[in-house]
Nanobody, 115 residues
Framework: QVQLVESGGGLVQAGGSLRLSCAAS????????MGWFRQAPGKEGEVVAR????????YYTDSVKGRFTISRDNAKNTVYLQMNSLKPEDKAVYYC????????WGQGTQVTVSS
């Protein structure tokens, strides 16, 4: 049974930091690119960041470049999203996903940034 379980969300003041984690099981984690996607109320969802199976290749949406860092630990089947200098507009539900022949999704974790 495939599972992606996010954690680390919460409430933080603008300028603060959070680290999201996503623990994966039920599939060959190291064979999948991994990503983070966010959905804010009333807005289109967007891909926040992605990394290759090795973590050596990454992508970030423009609005988070220089503030967010995606990384993974294949030994722990976990992908991370370090979020620094958070802004109110980063408020959203953050989902991790595994990108392969089939895309798997986690249940999401809420990030709220107060101004």
């Amino acid at each position: 049974q495939v599972q992606l379980v996010e954690s680390g969300g919460g409430l933080v003041q603008a300028g603060g930091s959070l680290r999201l984690s996503c623990a994966a099981s039920g599939f060959t984690f190291r064979s999948y690119a991994m990503g983070w996607f966010r959905q804010a109320p009333g807005k289109e969802g967007e891909v926040v960041a992605r990394c290759s199976w090795s973590g050596g290749s990454t992508y970030y949406t423009d609005s988070v470049k220089g503030r967010f860092t995606i990384s993974r630990d294949n030994a722990k089947n976990t992908v991370y999203l370090q979020m620094n200098s958070l802004k109110p507009e980063d408020k959203a539900v953050y989902y991790c996903n595994a990108l392969g022949g089939i895309t798997y999704w986690g249940q999401g974790t809420q990030v709220t940034v107060s101004s």
